[in-house]
């Protein structure tokens, strides 16, 4: 179809070659009749032609024609008042509906969060299990369940998350929800127990005020007795043996360090200035390490370490 419009004479028969265009037309924009409402593609009648020309069959009606059809509409009605108006607003008005909020918009970042642990066995080992903490987050905008295990120092496992976020199964055909969630109850993961213990404060709120369920009493979280063996106090010791033990020092002052901050004055000598520097005392090893404070535009190379990570003796004189 051409986007020029055509101009029929009366008279020619309307054929392939019996029409002129209009050669005055420089408008030839074409009018959409797709619109969007709430999110849906709704098609509309156009009311305008190609450069925004007002139809034919879209003109507006004359004022005379819409007083005979509003007359003719009116004559058709009944001349009681209350049957002309308050039977037709009763029977025309609709009750109101609630507004629809999907779940993803009316529970999104709202997530339960349980407390909860499982004993894992320990083979051919004086221990005979391991008692591991962990999290279960419950995400109630589309039933989905993840278990996060917070990270111990020097634990030995690989923690973090357990169990991705997913929809967990509870039987062969049904899934867990928010009412299978409880302190004191056991819940099995794929095979794996876990028992809650307790819950934070807007997860017994959400439960008694949305699910209108009072959860249980807290329960106390047992101790590791693997932790607890390994935090014993050790046998006292000499202090010889104290100051040699570098597996000691090395668990008790790991990445402790003592910082101090000092100044070389050598402004007596000539071109000499006083010059900002950090001391580093390790515990671990007592090593020292001397660093200069950089400062923008002072004309040094960018070499901040005066001396290097070492033990440092105190009377140069007796190392010979």
């Given amino acids: 179809m051409s986007t020029h419009d055509t101009i029929p004479y009366p008279g020619i028969p309307f054929l392939p070659g019996n029409t002129f265009f209009d050669v005055n037309k420089t408008d030839f924009r074409k009018p959409h009749s797709l619109d969007y409402t709430n999110g849906y593609a709704v098609r509309r009648r156009p009311t305008l032609g190609i450069g925004l ?47 629809f909020v999907p779940a993803h918009v009316a529970f999104d970042k709202v997530v339960l969060r349980f407390d ?55 039987s062969p055909d049904c899934f867990y929800d928010v009412r299978d969630f409880d302190r004191g109850k056991n819940v099995v993961f794929y095979g794996k127990t876990f028992r809650i213990v307790s819950c934070d404060e807007f997860t017994e709120r959400y439960m008694l005020e949305t699910e209108g369920i009072r959860l249980s009493p807290v329960e106390h979280m047992p101790d590791d007795p693997y932790q607890a063996s390994r935090t014993r106090p050790a046998r006292g010791r000499t202090l010889a043996e104290r100051k040699d033990d570098r597996l000691r020092r090395f668990l008790e002052n790991d990445r402790k360090v003592l910082r101090f901050f000092c100044v070389w004055d050598d402004r007596d000598s000539m071109f000499g200035e006083a010059r900002e520097f950090v001391l580093h005392y390790y515990l671990v090893d007592d090593c020292v390490e001397v660093r200069e404070v950089q400062k923008p535009n002072d004309g040094r190379d960018p070499f901040p370490i005066l001396l290097r990570k070492q033990r440092l003796p105190k009377a140069f004189k007796d190392l010979s």
């Fill in 116 to 170: 909860a642990y499982f004993k894992q066995t320990v083979h051919e080992s004086a221990e005979q299990y391991h008692l591991r903490r962990v999290r279960i987050h419950y995400f109630v905008e589309d039933d989905s369940i993840a278990v996060v295990e917070p990270p111990v120092e020097n634990s030995g496992f690989p923690q973090g998350v357990l169990i991705k976020r997913q929809r967990l199964p509870k």
């Fill in 53 to 99: 020309t007002l139809l034919p069959d879209a003109t507006e009606p004359e004022p005379s024609t819409l007083l005979a059809k509003l007359r003719a509409s009116n004559s058709a009605r009944p001349s009681t008042p209350a049957t002309s108006y308050a039977a037709q607003t009763q029977h025309q008005t609709s009750p109101a509906r609630p507004r």
